[in-house]
């Protein structure tokens, strides 16, 4: 899953790690919980994509839409045309639409034990209420069962194994996305969600520019750098800045390197 605040390259990050799996060979879904992230759009130079990569889109719109259909076509058996018509009413709220993306999300986490599935998420905020819905259905869920924890694994209990989901937390070397970027790693971390890396995207540092001004740039990203490394997180990963706004074939030959 790739996280952060808007506009720092989340949805390139995640597109860019799903075709780079693909590539090798694993089943891959990419999805996204982001209204306004355009997967098609991010594809753009990557030419023909793999057969055994899926692409897919959590609609909040579209997702509450169905929700509301299919609770309403299971009531229509039992219920009059005028008590349907306030329930549908009742589904109108802002609540419906969290449950409904929350189980768009759930499914997209079940198809994780059968492949790999990348998960580009929406700014900060929008993600720690889908975080804080995931977190109430797994208390709802202890509370209400008899089985034991070893014996059910909740989604919320998912994103909690490392050895399950990678929480790359996406931000830009500049002061004010790295701190936006630390609070979001302390929420998660009181949820008892370890993010697994950071990813310093549009990284000037990690190019070979020759312009006076521009070494210069890069020279102020380094400290910043090393602080992520030092404060925030040991995986850190730099990815040059490409002035180009779709996926460049170029991007997928570059290789892995910690900062």
Not at 201 to 208: F, I, M, R
Not at 227 to 250: D, L, M, Q, T
Request: aromatic share 6%; with cysteine; proline share 5%.
């Amino acid at each position: 899953m790739t996280m952060g605040k808007g506009g720092v390259g989340k949805t390139a990050m995640a597109v860019t790690i799903a075709l780079k799996l693909a590539q090798k060979g694993h089943p891959v879904h990419l999805t996204t919980t982001d209204p306004a992230a355009h997967i098609d759009d991010q594809l753009g130079s990557a030419a023909e994509l793999p057969e055994n990569l899926t692409i897919g889109r959590i609609d909040p719109k579209k997702e509450k839409k169905e929700y509301i259909e299919k609770v309403i076509a299971s009531k229509s058996g039992s219920m009059s045309q005028e008590n349907l018509r306030l329930l549908r009413e009742d589904l109108e709220s802002p609540c419906t639409e969290e449950v409904a993306v929350f189980q768009a999300f759930s499914k997209s986490i079940q198809q994780a034990r059968r492949k790999f599935v990348v998960i580009d998420t929406a700014p900060t905020g929008h993600t720690l209420l889908l975080l804080d819905t995931t977190g109430s259905y797994h208390k709802e869920v202890l509370r209400n069962t008899q089985l034991s924890k070893d014996r059910m694994k909740t989604p919320f209990m998912y994103l909690q194994d490392q050895n399950f989901a990678r929480i790359l937390l996406v931000t830009l070397p500049e002061t004010t996305p790295i701190t936006e970027a630390a609070k979001l790693q302390s929420d998660l971390r009181r949820a008892g969600i370890q993010p697994w890396g950071w990813i310093a995207n549009q990284s000037l540092a990690a190019t070979g520019v020759s312009d006076p001004l521009l070494r210069q740039r890069a020279a102020e990203e380094v400290p910043l750098l090393e602080e992520i490394k030092e404060r925030h997180s040991e995986n850190v990963y730099s990815v040059p800045f490409i002035a180009e706004s779709k996926i460049p074939k170029k991007l997928f030959e570059l290789k892995s390197e910690t900062t």
